[in-house]
């Protein structure tokens, strides 16, 4: 990351803990908690996701999604608002559909992410490195 390369001392120190590791951890609640309403909703598929279940599935998004950003913005790079606003709505359908089936529910994820991945702009460095990594095979 620029913003570690051009920081020293302390403040590199700070801004490493920070981006790669404290931040993290919301990252990896939201992905323990998408796992748990995974598991519960293999079990019942066909079935809506109760409260708690919904709860559970729009805080998965909300704090991996979250954290993301947050750790984007901490290493001094610019957070579009499409990071900002997707999340949101996925958590809010999430809730708004709670007739829909679990798997039904997993789906309005999955399309939400998707939808932010494909929000992300590919960086000129990794689309160079992809082409000389086609190139040797």
């Known amino acids: ?12 120190s700070v801004l490493a803990r920070d981006a790669y590791s404290i931040i ?3 990252m990896l609640l939201g992905v323990i908690a998408y796992a748990a309403t995974v598991e519960a909703a293999l079990s019942h598929p066909t079935d809506p996701l109760g409260l708690a279940g919904r709860a559970l599935l ?3 998004v909300l704090l991996y999604a979250g954290a993301m950003a947050l750790a984007l913005f901490r290493a001094g790079r610019p ?56 190139a040797i095979v």
């Open 79 to 134: 957070v579009k608002m499409v990071r900002r606003w997707i999340p949101a709505v996925t958590a809010a359908l999430v809730f708004a559909l709670a007739d829909l089936s679990a798997m039904m529910s997993l789906v309005v994820v999955l399309i939400g992410l998707t939808l932010l991945a494909f929000g992300e702009p590919v960086r000129q460095h990794h689309h160079d490195k992809a082409h000389e990594a086609s």
């Open 24 to 26: 993290h951890f919301p």
């Open 58 to 60: 729009a805080a998965s």
């Open 1 to 12: 990351l620029p913003a570690l390369q051009n920081a020293e001392g302390k403040a590199q």
